[in-house]
Structure formats: C-alpha cells, structure tokens
C-alpha cells in the first residue's frame, strides 16, 4: 500500500503569507493526486486533482505541483477562510490512501 | 447540482453490524465511470478510505478491513449501502459518502463533492 506523509503536520501564519503544504508518497505515483480543504465540522472539500489541475470554483491562489513521489499544495496569499485543515489523497493504485493532514492556524 | 447525504445510526454496540446509506442526487450510477466511496475519519485523526463502488458493480474494498465491510448500491433508488460487521470501539468515526465523477467515460478516483458526514460512535 502506498503511504502519504504530510510536512509539515501543523504550522502557524499570517493572512497574505505564501503557504507550502508537502506531501510526499512512499513509491511513484505520477500525477495521481488530489488535495482537499477541510474546515472544523465540514467534510473535506476538493482543490486540486492530477497534482496540478484546479477545480472548478476553487481561488486561483490555490495552486498544486509535483509529480512521482514529491507533490507541493501552495497558497499565494493566505485568505481568512484558507484557515483549515488540508489534506493529499493518492488514487495511482489501490488501496487509496490520505495523507495525514495539515492543519494552517493563525499566527 | 450534486448532493450526497448519509443516514444510519449515531451509537451501536461492540460486536453489532453498522448499516450506513448514502442517497443522493444530480448523478446517475448507472453512468458509465461515476462511482460512489465511503471514507471515515476517527475525531482528530485523518481520513480514512473504506470502500467504492462503480456503475458497473465494480467493488473496491480497504485491504485492512475488507474482511467487514460490504458495499452495495440500488440504482434505481440512488442509494449505495455500506455494512461493517464486527464493530469495535475504534471504529468510532465520522463516516462520509462521497461521489467519484468520471473524465470522458473514464472513472476517476478522488472524491468530488462529499456528503455532510455521520457521526457514528461505538459504546456499550
């Protein structure tokens, strides 16, 4: 089964911070993957799938990278409501499997 | 518009069965590479893949748990089941339905959008 590790697993900034959320996969999995936003409460939210393709509606500060092992989710320039818990999700192969999660507080 | 909601119960007992639907809206699956996945989460910890159906009764199961879970749909209904056998304690989790779209026929695998979730917790 493929592993997803987040880095790092919590972090503290500013509104109009650049914001850079890693996630790393323990084999390849070329661009097969997905990023969520997930806010106290609510059920996650899809930003990006194939590591780099924005989804519908999601803000353009939002932006993904990355391809094999090493992927990138990063924020422009934090927004009050970009204050949540993100999360990378592979879908190469099965099972699928999460990453554990990134929470972005306020500093 | 697409809309996903679960319904089940909120409190079983150790060693019972978990009976949990998903009914939903704005998506057929009897369209060719649409599918439906239940994932979960344990309070404060991370998301967790359960299991997935597809239109054409394809079925995809957790490895860790495949052995408890069972995945069905009703179509005609738009409804998809998931039953987990056995529960314990640490099965305690918000459990979420999600729906899986699919790219010029061709299944996709992450989740788009997500119902609101259910809380289930496992207590004598």
């Known amino acids: 089964a493929i592993q997803l590790t987040q880095s790092p697993s919590s972090l503290s900034a500013s509104v109009g911070d650049r914001v850079t959320i890693a996630c790393r996969a323990s084999?390849?999995?070329?661009?097969?993957l997905a990023w969520y936003q997930q806010k106290p409460g609510k059920a996650p939210k899809l930003l990006i799938y194939d590591a780099s393709s924005l989804e519908s509606g999601v803000p353009s500060r939002f932006s993904g990278s990355g391809s094999g092992t090493d992927f990138t989710l990063t924020i422009s320039s934090l927004q009050p409501e970009d204050f949540a818990t993100y999360s990378c999700?592979?879908?190469?192969?099965?099972?699928?499997?999460f990453g554990g999660g990134t929470k972005v507080e306020i500093k | 518009q697409i809309t996903l909601k679960e319904s089940g119960p909120t409190l079983v007992k150790p060693t019972q069965t978990l009976t949990l639907t998903c009914t939903f809206s704005?998506?057929?699956?009897?369209?060719?590479?649409?599918?439906v996945g239940w994932i979960r989460q344990p309070p404060g910890k991370a998301l967790e893949w359960l299991a997935l159906i597809y239109w054409d009764d394809d079925k995809r199961y957790s490895p860790s748990l495949k052995s408890r879970l069972t995945i069905t749909k009703d179509t005609s209904k738009n409804q998809v089941v998931l039953t987990v056998t056995n529960m314990d304690p640490v099965d305690t989790a918000t459990y979420y339905c999600?729906?899986?779209?699919?790219?010029?026929?061709?299944?996709?695998?992450?989740?788009?959008?997500w119902g609101q979730g259910t809380l289930v917790t496992v207590s004598s």
């Open positions: 704005g998506f057929s699956l009897s369209t060719t590479g649409v599918g």
């Open positions: 999600a729906h899986m779209g699919e790219q010029q026929l061709v299944p996709t695998a992450w989740f788009d959008p």
């Open positions: 999700q592979q879908f190469n192969s099965f099972p699928l499997s």
């Open positions: 084999q390849g999995i070329s661009s097969a």
